[in-house]
Structures are given as C-alpha cells and as structure tokens.
C-alpha cells in the first residue's frame, strides 16, 4: 500500500538532508575541518592546467641489470670451477670465453628452471629472462624479448609510485596520473600554469650515493671524476657505495643555526647508521662524498665519528632547493630516467567556456523537462519535478562526499541523468492511469500502479547501471568520469522516484481520497 511508517520517512530525509548538506559545501571553502573541506574538484578540461606525458629510459637499468647479472656469473664461475675468459660486457650483452667441457655446465645451470639465480624462468611467458647463443666457444647473453617486457613492467609500475610521491608532496591538488602503454606516464595537473618545478623533480632520478673521496691511495673499486656543485670543480672519488639512498628513512629542509644557511637533514635506517657510524669511524679526517645523479652536491670532512644514524647535507641551497632536495630524497629513485615526451598547457579560459556550456544545457534541459511534467501530469508532474530537483541535488552531495574530480564527459553524465530521471515518473503515472480504469478506489490504482512498473523501472535502470559498471573498469578517465556520474545518477533516480516522489505521492492520494483525480 501507500502507507510510509515513520522509520521509512526519517530515513527519506535524513538521507536528503545530509547529502544538501555535502552538496552546499561546494559554495563555501573557508573551513579547516576535514569533512567540511570535501567538494567537487575539476578536472583539467574545466579548470585548465598541465598535461605531461613522461617516458622511461630503460637503457641505464638494463645496463645496471646486466652488471649485477655479471658479478652473480663470476660468483657462479667460481662455485662451479667453470673456466672463462674475457667476461665483459658490450653493446648490452654478457660476452665471455670458455672450452666444450666447461660449455656444457654452462648451459646446464644457464637453462635450470628452478632456482637459477642467473636467468629467471617466466611461467606465464614459457620464456626465460636471458637468451644466449655460442659460436667458437665465444657466448654471448642478452635480455630475451620477455626479459625486457618484464624491466620496463616493474619500472613503470616503481616509477608512477614514485612520481606520485614527489607531486603529492608539492601540494598539487587532484592530480592524475596514469599508465600510458608500456613504458609511459600520463600526469594531468588541474589548475597548475606553470609545471616548472614539478618538470624539474620529476626529471631527477634522486639516485643517492655516499662515497669517499679518492686520495693516493689505490682504490680496489675503482675511481671517477664527478662535479662538484658546491665548488664548482671536478673532484676524484671512489666507486665504492658506502651507503644509497635507500638506507634513508626521513629528510628535511632546516636552517643551520651556526651558519644561518639551509641544510637537509636525513635520518638513517638501523643498517644504514651502523654501516654510517662504521665508515665514519675508520676515514676520521677524510672527506665524504655525498652524490646526487653522479654529481657531488657536498663533500665535507668526517672531523668526527657520527653514530647516530642522522647527518646533514649542506651546500649552496636556497629554501625552494633544500625542500625540493629533501622532497626527492625521501619519495626515493627513480629506478630509471624519465623523458618529457609531451607537454601541454590548457587555458582556464577553456574550461570556463566548457563550464558555462555545460551548466546552460542542463538548464535548458532542466526547464524543458519540468514544464513538460506539468503539462503532462499537473498535480503529479509537481512530485515528480521535486524529485528531479531532489535528485539533482542528491548526485551533487555523492560527488562531493567522494571528492570526485569532474570532467566535461562527467557534466554529459549529469545532463544525461536529468533526460532519465523522470523516466521512472512516466512510467509510473501512466500505469497508474491505466490502473484507474479498472480500479475504483484511487488509492488501489495508486498503490497497483507503483507496483506494476516497478519491475520495468528497475530493469530499465540496472542494465544502464550495469553498462556504467562495464565502462569504469574497462574505459579510461574521461569515460571512467562519465561512467561514475551516470551510475551516481541512476541510484539517486530510484531513491528520488521510489521513495521521496512515491511519499509525496502518497499524502496526495490520502488527502484526496474521497475526491476524483485526473491524471
């Protein structure tokens, strides 16, 4: 029947005036509260901002790759009793020599499938990691096809993290970022001009190195010469890594209180500050080398032993610099360079057009719809353009307590809910009519007229409902916008027809049940 219990109607609109109140919060932005700060964010189609597509260079980590592929041979070498010769590394490949007898053991631990520290077996490929190929007894070892498709695969997945990291930390708001293909990134920055600063972090791979500075003593592991930002001049260091980047725990940008210059202070984790108290100990009087992307950003003499796992980096640093060192240091490495392939600025004037185009089809829409309603069912089309209004205001407040980023494909999705939102009402109304020329008690005709349509209604919304579901999982942003504003609306369409527009419907019915109504 028509009857709502009192439970039913607290609900009706406690929902409602919950979610106008969510949906008010739009107007206002002054709060620091955190349910009170929520709104609806615009994407870079409305707002204007940067769209950037970076690119990785997986060359570096191949070649990275292949010199720790060729320490584990030696090692394997070594354990085995395999003789070689010239084992080095050229053009991306592992090249060495060996005789027949030694060859076999070779290829029988190089093509194990279990447990080879060498080459990896890929079980979903059926490919192993490393091809080789031997002609007069010279082997040569090169990533196979799957091997690559695997570097790139775990690079980009390290690498959105990563860049997530930085941009999150420069306090960009609702940015996207997205995998493009295998070996892409898309990043969209709504409502940023001017990318400069996060072109600039973004394309420092942050690589973190604390090395000695070679002196005239022979270093086992090998020297180079690197720059040195601080003085300007080329300075000979030692190959060896004492510590990386990823002993780091925390780092911030200070003032040195001595000097009043900014500094970067870093905590260390427990094996890099035994590994740090350790190295400090025994090179007392020598200078420490902190690299940054093989450039030296500091080298300052170890005056003492420092064992408590914390440090500072100084140079020539500004605040903006010190932050957006301190910044990279603690998002991490990049595992690979990243290349701006393409840049984009889109103008707020844009999304203003795209906006106000947007707002003045719905209105027209909206207005078309409502006095259609009136004209077609009078007292009925009052409910059911209440509920339209109602529902409106419902998928405002989701939008808003999901802090959705809206798009202009997210704005069709709104003006496409307000063409379906009344579908329900008419379907509704005109079974009702039908039924008042069988019943005689209006209330019946009502009451068998909600329930008859009932299953179109719902049929009708849940395979639309369900092709939204198919288009957010399978589409990119823009149709994942489109999809979640849509689906939105059509939950907000059953509530608004099935609840709030049957209960105004019902108090109608029950006032005027002694009286004839004309639909």
Known sequence: MLYFSKIKIFFIYTVITILTSFAILNFFNNTDNYFLKKNINLGLDLQGGSYLLLEIDAEPLIKQKLQNKLITLRQIFKKQKINYGNL??????????SNENDMEKFVKIFTNKENNKINSYFYNYRSYEMDYSILNNNVEINFSKYGL???????????????????DD??????????????????????????????????KTANLTFR???DSEVETFGTEVLFNEDTGQSIEVSKRVLISGENLIDAQPRLDNVTNKNIVAFTLDRVGAKRFGRTTTN??????????????????VINEPILGGSGVISGNFNFQSATDLALLLRSGALPAPLEIVEERTVGPDLGEDSIKAGVISLIIGFFLVIIFMLIKYRVLGVFADLALIINLIL??????????????????GIILTVGMAVDANVLIFERIKDEMKLEDSSIIAFDMGYKKAQSAVF?????????????????????????????????????????????????????????????
Do not use: C, W
């Open 88 to 97: 080095n590394i050229k053009n991306n490949r592992i090249i060495f020599m």
């Open 149 to 167: 498709i695997e570097i790139n695969k775990i690079a980009l997945e390290q690498s959105i993290e990563i860049v997530r990291r930085r941009i």
């Open 170 to 203: 420069t306090g960009t708001k609702e940015p996207t970022i997205l995998r493009r293909g295998s070996n892409r990134i898309l990043i969209e920055l709504p409502g940023l001009d001017e990318p400069s600063r996060v072109k600039k972090l973004l394309g």
């Open 212 to 214: 000695l500075v070679s």
């Open 283 to 300: 090179n007392v009087g020598k200078k420490l080398a902190i690299v940054l992307d093989n450039k030296i950003v500091s080298a300052p």
């Open 395 to 412: 998928l405002v407040g989701i939008l808003t307590i999901l802090e959705v980023t809206l798009t202009l494909p997210g704005i069709a």
């Open 459 to 519: 049929d009708a919304n849940i395979t639309t409902l369900i092709s939204t579901v198919i288009l957010f999982f399978i589409g990119s942003g823009p149709v994942k916008g489109f999809a979640v504003t849509l689906g939105i609306g059509i939950l907000t369409t059953l509530f608004s027809a099935y609840l709030f527009a049957r209960h105004l419907t019902s108090l109608y019915v029950m006032k005027n049940k002694n009286k004839e109504i004309k639909l």
